[in-house]
């Protein structure tokens, strides 16, 4: 009887031997059949993109004077509007003078149309660019929901490592939520799937194909891939492209709390039963916060339903916010648990303020369009610590308006073109005018915490 047990269960043993490999085979058929399937419908929305430009060629040190030269870079872009609008990285086209995307053609990946591209806005702070092709009918990626991500979830990386072309790797994604610095709100998706030098712009999607994650950087000791891959989560990139293509710039939101961790020896201290979440510690007059009721010594656990563990992950939440939302904050005070509805209100920075204080008709330098303000006492006011009383002002960018980039940034403050002294707008608006293409330019700008020589080609 004995024997005959153990020739049935090595017979279904043999069986098993013979069937398992043939399952597994044609399961990892399917798989390899629904990649095929997946390249062929996203990498029409994957483009290259090359920009030519300016960045530092060297410093100075102490002295705090920079030279900027001419540099070129490439990297990646995905197509999220069939009417021309694409993503990329902000690093990508920084300082750039000339842009240009490599359009995949429908009929194949080999094919390829090279057209010009216009920076509509960028955001340093999320390292996003949005570019706009005078093209309609283009194949485009649907936003996918990062929030819902999982770890260990399969994701797949296109653009062009190295410059080569509609190239596609595969991984999992190793974190859905990771923050590098503590100091810094940005968090970023981390994966294992193959990015290089090249692939920073281009799209991490799921098995959908939907548009998880922009690609925009590696960590790295040989300066290739390790596994060790970062994109920006979708939640964040489809908040900032709605707000680039809107007004051109992104408008950050705060309520105006000063908020800590909340600790033990704190709950001890002040004799509060709360050990864990984000305590205020002051509450700015005026502020959304204040208009909500929200006090000292409040500690909030939670935002819009998700639970805060300490100030960093209140940070977080509110840096995807704009202003003009309205979050919802579960507070506990003196013990017990309230709601508490608060509006997100713009955040104060002088160069915002500028932005909307200009227009098209007075303040437009049609050549590089730009929109510039005059250095004054009421623009010194708004830009605390100008070295100079006088100047122009970089306050944003029209670039539906000329086709010619320049290395000028928001922010920047003009002082001389080419060493002749630049007082005001009219003198600006004048020097510009004079310019041929080929011709070299030179800006003396103030940015902050240096004077830099920025050259610049006429085209």
């Known amino acids: 009887m004995r024997s005959g047990r153990i020739f049935i269960v090595m017979k279904a043993l043999l069986l098993i031997s013979i069937v398992a490999p043939m399952a597994f085979g044609a399961e990892l058929r399917g798989l390899s059949a629904g990649l095929e399937i997946l390249s062929e419908t996203v990498s029409p929305a994957v483009v290259e993109v090359s920009a030519s430009g300016y960045g530092p060629l060297q410093d100075d040190g102490p002295t705090k004077v920079s030279v900027v030269g001419r540099r070129r870079s490439t990297g990646s872009g995905v197509i999220v509007d069939s009417n021309g609008y694409i993503l990329t990285n902000a690093h990508v086209v920084a300082n750039t003078q000339r842009v240009r995307v490599s359009i995949p ?22 390292d996003l660019a949005l570019l706009k092709v005078e093209r309609t009918g283009l194949p485009s990626l649907p936003f996918g929901k990062s929030s819902a991500l999982k770890q260990g979830q399969m994701v797949v990386a296109l653009g062009s490592p190295m410059g080569l072309k509609n190239s596609m790797t595969m991984g999992v994604l190793s974190s ?9 709100p940005m968090t970023y998706l981390q994966t294992d799937a193959t990015i290089n030098p090249g692939n920073s712009g281009g799209p991490l999607v799921d098995l959908d194909g939907r548009l998880i994650g922009i690609n925009t950087f590696i960590m790295t000791q040989s300066g290739g891939s390790e596994g060790l891959g970062f994109a920006i989560p979708s939640d964040i990139a489809a908040g900032i492209y709605e707000q680039l293509k809107a007004n051109g710039r992104v408008r950050r939101g705060e309520i105006g709390a000063v908020l800590q961790n909340m600790t033990p020896g704190l709950a001890a201290g002040l004799g509060l039963g709360q050990t864990w979440g984000a305590i205020v510690t002051d509450v700015a007059d005026k502020s959304a916060a204040a208009a909500a009721g929200l006090l000292a010594k409040d500690i909030i656990v939670a935002l819009d339903g998700q639970p805060v563990e300490n100030a960093t992950e209140f940070a977080m939440g ?10 919802k904050l579960s507070v506990v005070r003196n013990g017990k648990k309230m709601e508490i509805d608060s509006a997100v209100l713009a955040k104060t920075d002088g160069a915002g303020q500028l932005a909307k204080k200009v227009s098209a008709e007075t303040n437009l330098v049609p ?12 623009t010194m006011q708004m830009l605390p610590g100008l070295r100079r009383p006088y100047g122009v002002i970089v306050a944003a960018m029209a670039p539906s308006v000329s086709s010619q980039q320049t290395p000028l940034r928001l922010g920047d403050v003009v002082y001389a073109i080419n060493g002749k002294l630049i007082p005001d707008l009219t003198s600006f608006r004048s020097a510009m005018a004079s310019f041929q293409p080929g011709d070299s330019v030179v800006f003396e700008v103030e940015r902050p915490g240096k004077v830099a020589l920025v050259e610049f080609e006429w085209e």
């Open 318 to 327: 509110i840096f995807r916010r704009q202003a003009g939302d309205i979050v």
């Open 367 to 378: 050549q590089i369009g730009l929109l510039c303000v005059d250095v004054d006492e009421t």
């Open 176 to 184: 859905s939520r990771r923050q590098l610095r503590e100091e810094d």
């Open 105 to 126: 053609e429908r009929t194949g990946v080999l094919g390829a149309n090279w057209v010009d591209a216009r920076i509509i806005g960028q955001d340093e702070d999320t």
